[in-house]
């Protein structure tokens, strides 16, 4: 336990100083865990909404709005951060979502993944075997990077990294539900003053 609140507080003293960036992480925790809920009902539909909604929205507050340059707050750089970072760094999430954009073109142009599977019949199988194979995805980027960890740093450090991620929806909803109020008060970046004081 002590060691999953070590890497959630890096996560976030790190890498969530943007209010956008808080506010695109709620938007994705909330249809995160929705795409929870629908696992059980229709995967594939849960895959959908997880990697074109919340994927999409977390991944755009980190690519595109959270500040790059020297961390003042924890006085450490851009490059430091992404060199000791436990789970999916910048260069590692290009990866992620390169073949998340792949996936869809490799379904329409062999349909049966050179015979794997049923190749589909209609557009809605299409859409179907789509959310599947980023469900299949989701689970195997998972798996890789506790791999690498357990390499890297010791299996524990994966499993906590593992639990974080899976959690991580419902942490980001109690850790950023003021985000928006923030914004709209006119705050683009998180004073930290908590990180501070640590």
């Known amino acids: 336990m002590n060691a999953l609140k070590v890497q959630r507080w890096d996560d976030h003293r790190y890498y969530h100083h943007s209010r956008i960036n808080q506010t ?17 009902i229709e995967p594939a539909w849960s895959a959908l909404l997880a990697w074109c909604v919340s994927m999409v929205a977390r991944q755009a507050g980190h690519f595109f709005f959270e500040p790059r340059g020297y961390d003042h707050v924890n006085q450490a750089s851009d490059e430091y951060k992404e060199e000791i970072k436990v789970g999916y760094n910048i260069r590692r999430k290009i990866v992620l979502m390169s073949v998340w954009v792949a996936l869809p073109l490799a379904l329409w142009l062999t349909p049966s993944l050179g015979g794997l599977i049923e190749p589909a019949g209609t ?41 974080k991620i899976i959690t991580d929806p419902f942490h980001d909803i109690w850790l950023y539900h003021k985000a928006p109020l923030h914004l709209l008060r006119g705050e683009l970046i998180d004073p930290m003053m908590h990180a501070q004081r640590h």
């Open 24 to 40: 695109l992480h709620l938007i994705s925790a909330v249809s995160f865990v929705i795409a929870y809920g629908l696992l059980f």
């Open 123 to 163: 557009f809605g199988e299409y859409v179907h075997d789509v959310g599947i194979s980023w469900l299949a995805l989701g689970v195997a980027g998972l798996i890789v990077r506790v791999l690498q960890l357990w390499v890297q740093d010791g299996l524990m450090t994966g499993m906590v990294w593992a639990t």
